[in-house]
C-alpha cells in the first residue's frame, strides 16, 4: 500500500528570531516567530508524514496550548512524529518540499537541509528534495515579512 501526505506552513519573520528550514540555521537577520522554535519546513514536513498515515497533525500532537512545546526544537518533534508513523508500519518513500520566502537564497544550504530532513526520517538524502522559491514581491512572502513551506510525501507499508 502506499499513501500520499501533503503539508503546508507559514510562519511571520521578525528581528531577534533565528531562521530555522529542517533544522538548519541560515544566517538572514529574520527569523521565524513561533511558539516552538518556528521551524516552518520541519512542521510542514511533520504534518505530510503524519498526514499521509492517517495519524492526526502536528497541532493535535503538540498543541500550543501545552508548555512543554515552548521553544521546543522541532527536529525533535518531526522525529518524535516520524517514529508513530513507522510504529504503524510506513517508511518514506520520497520527500519533496518548497520554501518560499524572499531572502536570503536557500541554495547554499539546500544540501544540508536535505541531509537534515533525511536523517530524521531514515532514508538517504536523495528520496528528499527541497526547492527554494520566492514570492515574486507579492503577498506576505514577496514583502518578506514571512515565510511558507509546502510538503508532499509518499508512505509505503508492505
Ligand atoms: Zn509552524
Not at 500520499?4 to 538572514?28: M, N, S, T, Y
Not at 513507522?86 to 544540501?111: F, H, I, M, Q, T
Not at 533525511?118 to 532514508?123: M, S, T
Request: with cysteine; hydrophobic share 45%.
Amino acid at each position: 500500500m502506499i499513501r500520499v501526505g501533503l503539508g503546508q506552513d507559514l510562519h511571520r519573520l521578525v528581528k531577534g528570531r533565528r531562521f530555522l528550514l529542517g533544522g538548519i540555521e541560515i544566517p538572514a537577520g529574520r527569523g521565524e516567530l513561533g511558539y516552538s522554535d518556528g521551524d516552518v519546513l520541519a512542521h510542514a514536513v511533520t504534518d505530510a508524514v503524519l498526514g499521509a498515515a492517517g495519524l492526526g497533525d502536528i497541532g493535535a500532537l503538540f498543541p500550543s496550548s501545552d508548555a512543554a512545546w515552548r521553544d521546543a526544537d522541532s527536529m525533535v518533534l518531526l522525529r518524535s512524529a516520524f517514529s508513530l508513523v513507522k510504529n504503524s508500519g510506513w517508511r518514506l518513500v520520497n520527500l519533496d518540499c518548497a520554501v518560499c520566502c524572499e531572502k536570503p537564497k536557500l541554495l547554499p544550504y539546500r544540501d544540508n537541509i536535505r541531509y537534515s530532513l533525511a536523517q530524521a526520517l531514515d532514508v538517504s538524502p536523495d528520496a528528499v528534495f527541497v526547492k527554494g522559491k520566492t514570492g515574486e514581491g507579492l503577498g506576505p512572502v514577496g514583502e518578506g515579512t514571512a515565510v511558507e513551506a509546502l510538503a508532499v510525501c509518499l508512505l509505503e507499508k508492505e
